[in-house]
């Protein structure tokens, strides 16, 4: 996949091949010399898995600096409907789902079963399933995303659960009917960043 990208004012190509969870670099066609001690697949990653402390269990964090816009990690997996939704779910236990569509989810395969939510996000989506940087986020930083931009379920299945992300913003509880609330107006805090599906059925229902 070749990207124009830009940084700094400045425009650049990266020839980026997308393998599992990491980012293949193709040396020679940026012009670069390969050491002979250098493998020419070099992998660049741009997350890490590490323990997220005693509420949150695993995280995902960032491996470099990573620039706003700039692709971090896609859901890979099985896509399943509604009814096998709910028996992974009611009968296995199975939470780590991903909404990629009004009744359709992934079942991920890849580190994004590992990524926490947030009242203050740093990744939102370009597409459904496709986690971006919302802004510059910094070497170290928890990876992480808001559920309501993805997770809004059918009105027969409301949840509702305590948010333990302790930033300023912490709404304290979070459910799949908060990005149509007008009075969080969440709409226009990740406008650009919200998956179509999201959008549609937000212009279908109206915010209340």
Not at 60 to 66: G, K, L, Q, T
Not at 137 to 157: P, R, S, V
């Amino acid at each position: 996949m070749r990207d124009r990208k830009s940084l700094h004012g400045h425009s650049f190509f990266c020839y980026n091949f997308y393998v599992g969870n990491a980012y293949k670099l193709n040396w020679q066609k940026l012009g670069v010399k390969v050491n002979k001690d250098m493998p020419k697949d070099t992998a660049l990653t741009l997350f890490k898995l590490h323990k997220a402390g005693s509420t949150h269990g695993a995280g995902i964090s960032a491996a470099r600096n990573i620039y706003k816009d700039e692709e971090i990690i896609r859901a890979t997996g099985p896509i399943v409907g509604e009814s096998v939704s709910d028996t992974l779910y009611y009968t296995y236990g199975i939470d780590v789902l991903l909404q990629v569509g009004f009744k359709k989810w992934v079942l991920p395969n890849d580190a994004v079963r590992f990524i926490n939510h947030s009242c203050e996000p740093n990744m939102g989506f370009s597409e459904p399933g496709v986690f971006v940087a919302m802004r510059h986020i910094d070497e170290g930083e928890d990876l992480t995303f808001d559920y309501a931009t993805c997770e809004i379920n059918d009105e027969k299945y409301n949840w509702e659960i305590d948010c333990l992300c302790k930033t300023p913003t912490c709404r304290k509880k979070i459910s799949n009917k908060d990005i149509f609330k007008k009075s969080l107006d969440l709409v226009e805090k990740y406008k650009g960043y919200i998956p179509k599906f999201v959008l549609d059925e937000i212009e279908k229902r109206g915010l209340s």
